[in-house]
């Protein structure tokens, strides 16, 4: 019998954060492998374990799978979280393209010079309430459908969702005028897996300056 997937990252909110996110809501237990050193890291290299030299890293089935999006695919595959057909994991893909984005540009904001921070704060304020949430409401209105694809539980949901917490701790406000995102994240955050992963003590991880302390300490940037 296979063991619990391994997940290879530092004890911090990052890139690992929808992998965790996607494989609690499909109620997959999982080992966290915690970077804690650039040592630690380099030790992955040198093991050949990195494709690409760079974290996050999941062992899974035999394999250690590097990419985010890459990681994504295959345990929403794994799990029937990626739709019935190729029409339905290609609207999946679209919209969690369109999700990455957005989310890159929150998870990239700590890392930029305090003079720029608040003009890249306006900037994301008036892409989410503009571009993003937009886009999304008007897909959920235009089935009124329980899901943003096949009227089934799927990744995009899933991503949408934890995107949604995302943003709500960068501005709580942008969300308000989006009546159907709101009824979503709470359809999403009630399911009993991701109910469980959210509770205190899970391993969900928070955003805050601690994130930002250790990948500079282990990244070296």
Request: charged content about 30%; some cysteine; aromatic content about 10%.
């Amino acid at each position: 019998m296979a063991g619990k997937p391994k997940l290879h990252y530092f004890n911090a909110w990052g890139r690992m954060e929808p992998i965790q996110w996607l494989m609690a809501a499909a109620g997959v237990e999982f080992e966290e492998k915690f970077l804690e050193s650039a040592e630690d890291l380099e030790n992955l290299r040198n093991d050949g374990y990195l494709m690409f030299q760079q974290v996050p890293m999941v062992e899974i089935d035999g394999m250690k799978l590097v990419q985010t999006r890459v990681i994504l695919n295959y345990i929403a595959s794994k799990y029937d979280l990626y739709g019935k057909d190729i029409k339905e994991r290609t609207l999946i893909d679209m919209y969690t393209e369109g999700m990455a984005d957005l989310y890159e540009m929150i998870l990239l904001l700590p890392l930029c010079r305090p003079e720029e921070k608040d003009a890249k704060i306006a900037l994301i304020q008036e892409k989410t309430k503009n571009r993003y949430f937009p886009a999304f409401e008007i897909v959920l209105k235009s089935h009124e459908q329980d899901y943003l694809v096949g009227n089934k539980l799927s990744r995009a949901d899933i991503q949408l969702v934890e995107l949604l917490y995302f943003v709500e701790e960068l501005d709580p406000s942008l969300i308000s005028s989006f009546l159907l995102l709101q009824a979503l994240k709470t359809r999403i955050s009630n399911l009993p897996t991701v109910k469980k992963f959210r509770q205190p003590g899970s391993p969900r991880k928070p955003t805050n300056a601690k994130s930002v302390e250790e990948a500079r300490k282990i990244f070296k940037f």
